[in-house]
């Protein structure tokens, strides 16, 4: 008997399912092993690491006077941050940073392109782990560079006690301060990269499953206005492309101006 | 949340969120527009800062997203 409505339940049409988290979470590729771990977001991300990887050892291989198109877009890549962002956020002192800062920036631009590659269509960095980790990464360099400036007190005394307030105001902006700086900032950091990537996946999958419910479905006007589902997930995906982008962007800036505010003296 | 039930509570969490930074982004990137079209020759100076301030706003509504899903 329950089996009898158990099959009905699944040959009935349910109607349009939204996508949602369950979506984000993929099955083990070697179940019952002791690799069990291994999903497919691990291995894009690997991926992504090997990519940057040969991208910028093959591209400052030749270092020719004249660069081809290769070593062109390598240049420019690792030009833009290091002008764009480390030299106009961070200043004086810039060059030590300009590694960390173009590594972060290409992985996370790799790792959201994935999002809109063929066969992956993934966005790794839309599982809050990998990010945070990331997040964690400039967390560890911006208060280490901190402390190595002014040492563990004197840091965490100029972030809370920033110079030049009147005294009534301490007891409310020291804690404030200390929370921003401590857990405020990776986590948003953190936060606005999946977030983003999510809400852009969710996107694409509403307007794909939408468009091929709808194509596939008896109703004839639902057959004809699927077409335009379909074209919006095309503009969308593009439109995608530019958000990834400007996310790893924004990521690279804000590490920058993390670090650009713990080398400074004043807060 | 269960994943096949669809209720109307979490798109209204976002709905509200998304109004006040909304109104935000286009603030900051009108005053960026037309910063850029009295000095052309500012945008470099200009850019970071207004997509400093497009990431911090820009967080409020994310953060009503994730509510949305929870």
Not at chain 1, 49 to 74: I, M, S, Y
Not at chain 1, 100 to 128: D, E, H, K, S, W
Not at chain 1, 227 to 238: E, H, K, R, Y
Not at chain 2, 27 to 56: C, D, H, T
């Amino acid at each position: 008997m329950s089996s009898t409505i158990v099959a009905m339940a699944h040959t009935a049409d349910p109607g349009f399912v939204p996508p949602g988290i369950g979506d984000f979470n993929y099955p083990p590729i070697f179940p019952g092993t002791a690799v069990e771990w291994v999903t497919k977001p691990l291995l894009a991300s690997v991926l992504a690491a090997v990519l940057v990887f040969v991208f910028f050892t093959v591209g400052a291989r030749k270092r020719a006077l004249v660069p081809g198109r290769f070593q062109f877009a390598v240049e420019s890549t690792y030009t833009f941050i290091r002008n764009g962002v480390a030299r106009d956020v961070i200043g004086h002192g810039f060059e030590k940073y300009v590694p960390f800062l173009v590594t972060v920036f290409a992985f996370i631009a790799v790792n959201n392109l994935f999002g809109i590659i063929p066969l992956i269509q993934f966005p790794t960095l839309a599982r809050f782990g990998f990010p945070l980790m990331l997040a964690i990464c400039s967390w560890l360099v911006y208060l280490g560079i901190g402390i190595r400036r002014a040492g563990f007190f004197g840091y965490f005394k100029s972030v809370m006690f920033p110079p030049g307030l009147p005294v009534f105001i301490y007891p409310l902006l020291a804690p404030i301060e200390l929370l921003q700086v401590l857990v405020v900032r990776p986590f948003s950091l953190a936060l606005r990269l999946t977030a983003n990537m999510f809400a852009g996946h969710i996107l694409l999958l509403l307007f794909t499953l939408g468009g091929t419910y709808m194509l596939t479905n008896e109703n004839l006007v639902l057959k004809v206005l699927a077409p335009f589902s379909l074209a919006g997930a095309i503009g969308l995906t593009s439109f995608e492309a530019f958000i990834e982008v400007l996310q790893a962007y924004i990521f690279t800036l804000l590490t920058a101006l993390y670090i650009a505010e713990a080398m400074s003296e004043e807060h | 949340m269960d994943p096949q039930k669809f209720t109307l509570a979490g798109p209204l969490v976002y709905a509200i969120a998304a109004v006040g930074p909304g109104i935000g982004i286009g603030l900051i990137f009108a005053a960026y527009v037309s910063g850029v079209a009295r000095q052309p020759e500012a945008n470099n100076i200009l850019r970071p800062i207004a997509f400093l301030g497009f990431a911090l706003v820009e967080i409020l509504a994310l953060i009503g997203l994730v509510f949305a899903f929870l």
